[in-house]
């Protein structure tokens, strides 16, 4: 059964920093291509970050550019979201998710498996 386990949001003030984590279980990270979105309150889920299956290739949303950071722990079999300089626009609950092979990456809709998600407020 796969798993995925977001941890590290909480409350931060603007300009703050925040590692979010994504712990799998019941599937191999460097396997898959994975993804995090966000989804504030009354908004659609969005696209945040990308990296591939390598590894080699990350992706991310034009407004997070600079700011964040996604990486991959194969020995953990974890996925990181670093976040810097975070805007009170930054504020939502965090997902991460997992597909074997995307075509996509930006389309929440090309992934098969998802976490609970995870919050993160920031304060202006």
């Known amino acids: 059964q796969v798993q995925l386990v977001e941890s590290g949001g909480g409350l931060v003030q603007a300009g703050g920093s925040l590692r979010l984590s994504c712990a799998a279980s019941?599937?191999?990270?460097?396997?898959?291509?994975m993804g995090w979105f966000r989804q504030a309150p009354g908004k659609e889920r969005e696209f945040v970050a990308h990296?591939?299956?390598?590894?080699?290739?990350?992706v991310y949303t034009d407004s997070v550019k600079g700011r964040f950071t996604i990486s991959r722990d194969n020995a953990k079999n974890t996925v990181y979201l670093q976040m810097n300089s975070l805007k009170p626009e930054d504020t939502a609950v965090y997902f991460c998710?997992?597909?074997?092979?995307?075509?996509?990456?930006?389309?929440?809709?090309?992934?098969?498996?998802w976490g609970q998600g995870t919050q993160v407020t920031v304060s202006s």
């Open positions: 990296i591939s299956r390598s590894g080699g290739t990350t």
């Open positions: 998710a997992a597909v074997i092979r995307i075509g996509m990456p930006t389309l929440a809709r090309g992934y098969d498996y």
């Open positions: 019941g599937l191999t990270v460097s396997s898959y291509a």
